[in-house]
């Protein structure tokens, strides 16, 4: 002790895992494309950005507390009550959000390994224990998981379609599996892509949530809307479970710009989903190339490719780096590339030319 002593953190803290732990760097020299936390390639629309222009002239005033505006426009849009809904900075507030609302130390929390960074960091804060059940193939090993419920599972965390495998289970077998959860086992389903999804078996988590009181179904404003810097996410649940989360959201979490910004985004939602038709049309063209080009690639329901390079996964990730696309590498496991705009994957497509695929 002392004047020069510190407080120490909570020890929990020491385990936690940084959210991205190595940003690629983009070169010296020339354009590069940021391909590695699956945004939207394409700029605020005009309208969007005139909104936002008009807002900053009123960025010296709080928020609500709530943005009560936005929330009432997406349960219309939706179709749930205002009560039902809660709303973060990003789907990542929510996560935050989650763990101060419902897990306590000693929880264990049921989740896929790999799957949303968020997961470990989440369930480790809240000083809770993580159970990861490794994918099978890419995708979720529903059976093992649900074996992996016991008396101590508090949650069990599902991203559908997955980050980084950008696979889908499907609305079926994600209903067989929601019925085999316990009532007092919180499952978040988390749908940050669902707007990507094209199976025609493709699950909708608001749908669901209705019959299920145990169902989170997070959703966000920062991929298909293009919004990721303003950190809008929300979340419906039953009206326990949404009261537990909003009393655990930052008061003013949601800034008057971010607000604003999302309520014109569901004005102009038209024009967004055609970006997205675009990016899905992207996403099937690249992945259909880079197999030609001897690439394994998984078939994806997002705005990302994954590509299993294991132990090639560095590799291959710094030598695209040099060339100015910068995409996330997994070591040992593989690379996520964010589906960019034609140029962008085209320049991909010449690296994967130039480069020797993983040996499988
Ligand atoms: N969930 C998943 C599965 C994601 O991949 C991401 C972003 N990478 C998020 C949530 C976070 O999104 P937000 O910007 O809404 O915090």
Redesign the pocket.
């Known amino acids: 002790t002392g004047p020069g002593a510190a407080p120490a953190p909570r020890p929990v803290l020491a385990g936690i895992p940084a959210y991205v732990p190595k940003p690629p760097a983009p070169p010296a020299e020339g354009p590069s494309h940021r391909l590695f936390?699956?945004e939207n390639p394409y700029p605020p629309l005009p309208s969007v950005a005139e909104t936002l222009a008009r807002a900053a002239t009123e960025a010296h005033l709080y928020p609500t507390i709530q943005p009560e505006r936005l929330t009432h426009a997406l349960a219309r849009r939706l179709d749930v009550p205002p009560a039902h809904l809660v709303t973060g900075?990003?789907?990542?507030?929510i996560?935050q959000q989650i763990g101060q609302a419902l897990l306590e130390p000693g929880d264990e929390v049921v989740y896929a390994w790999t799957?949303?960074e968020?997961y470990p960091i989440v369930t480790r804060m809240a000083g809770a224990v993580p159970v990861e059940v490794p994918l099978a193939g890419g995708v979720h090993d529903l059976d093992a998981m649900a074996a992996a419920i016991g008396p101590r599972t508090r949650a069990v965390l599902l991203?559908e379609p997955?980050?980084p495998t950008g696979t889908a289970v499907g609305a079926a077998r994600l209903e067989r599996f929601l019925d085999r959860v316990p009532g007092d086992v919180l499952v978040v389903l988390?749908e940050?892509?669902f707007e990507f999804h094209r199976s025609p078996d493709a699950a909708d988590g608001v749908a669901l949530y209705r019959e299920r009181p145990n169902l989170v179904t997070?959703r966000?404003?920062?991929?298909a809307y293009g919004l990721?810097g303003m950190?809008?996410?929300y979340a419906v649940a039953q009206a326990p479970i949404a009261e537990a989360l909003r009393k655990c959201a930052v008061p003013c979490g949601v800034g008057r710009l971010a607000e604003e910004a999302a309520l014109t985004a569901l004005e102009v939602e038209g024009e967004l989903l055609q970006r997205v038709e675009r990016i899905v049309a992207e996403r099937e063209r690249t992945r259909e190339a880079l197999l030609g080009l001897g690439w394994e690639v998984l078939p994806s329901e997002t705005n990302f490719l994954w590509l299993p390079a294991g132990r090639d996964a560095e590799r291959v990730a710094a030598g695209w780096e040099r060339r100015g696309l910068l995409v996330r590498a997994f070591p040992d496991e593989g690379l996520r590339v964010t589906v960019g705009t034609p140029e962008a994957n085209d320049l991909l497509l010449t690296a994967a030319k130039e480069t020797v695929p993983p040996a499988r």
């Open positions: 936390l699956n900075p990003g789907s990542v507030g996560y799957s949303f968020a991203c997955n980050n988390d940050a892509y997070l966000t404003f920062s991929k990721a950190r809008v996410g």
